[in-house]
């Protein structure tokens, strides 16, 4: 159960659009759609921002979006702005039944 | 509204046993899917086991034959019980719960977090 492959840091400026991404294997996303996205700001919980791919829960912001490609999902913030500044993981069921998260990855807006 | 608390977390030996609780409110445990979520110390997330509503557990390879998650339907409370800790276990434990917000696939509500240190 290895974590997914995500990269350490993305950066833009405000007004920006920024992409993450979150690599795995066929095992690790199972052929459904269960892909979730987190923003964890420093010193708290982690907050659901993106599931199923694409989906995002009420009163998140539609700057964010989600998508899918193969063995690789994305995470999208268009009009970067400062409160974005956080951690995002991604997150997948697997096909032994269990979940998995990325390695995380730290936007910064510059 | 939904909330969790988590509880139970401290300093423990390695070799030692320890019991999280994550207490739910304005919803069931029973009627949802639950998670323990565990961050060490600077590092990411790692999925620990899940409950479901039908009563199934699943635990990450890392803490299978270690841990067992439950749940107490009359007192709307998971559990995590960890035996036989190490330092690796190290981390901020959290409770989560997969419901009908996000179709039960992802974890749509989160508790606060309990510390639980492994350290001789």
């Known amino acids: 159960q290895s974590a997914l492959t995500q990269p350490a840091s993305v950066s833009g400026s405000p007004g920006q659009s920024i992409t993450v991404s979150c690599s795995g294997t066929s095992s690790d996303f199972s052929g459904y759609n269960y892909v979730s996205w987190y923003q964890q700001l420093p010193g708290k919980a982690p907050k659901l921002i993106i599931y199923?791919?694409?989906n995002r829960p009420s009163g998140v912001s539609n700057r964010f979006s989600g998508s899918k490609s193969g063995n690789t999902a994305s995470l999208t913030i268009s009009g970067l702005q400062a409160e974005d500044e956080a951690d995002y993981y991604c997150n997948s069921y697997t096909t032994s039944d269990t979940y998995v998260f990325g390695t995380g990855t730290r936007v910064t807006v510059l | 509204d939904v909330q969790l608390v988590e509880s139970g977390g401290g300093w423990i030996q390695p070799g030692g046993s320890l019991r999280l609780s994550c207490v739910g409110s304005g919803f069931s445990v029973s009627g949802d899917y639950m998670h323990w979520v565990r961050q060490p110390p600077g590092k990411g997330l790692e999925w620990v086991s899940i409950i479901y509503s039908g009563g199934a557990t699943r635990h990450a390879d890392s803490v299978k034959g270690r841990f067992i998650i439950s749940r107490d339907n009359s007192e709307n409370t998971v559990f995590l019980q960890m035996n036989n800790l190490r330092a690796g276990d190290t981390a901020v434990y959290y409770c989560?719960?997969?419901?009908?917000?996000?179709?039960?696939?992802?974890?749509?509500?989160w508790g606060q977090g309990t510390t639980v240190t492994v350290s001789s």
């Open positions: 199923e791919i694409t």
């Open positions: 989560a719960r997969g419901g009908p917000p996000s179709g039960y696939t992802a974890m749509d509500a």
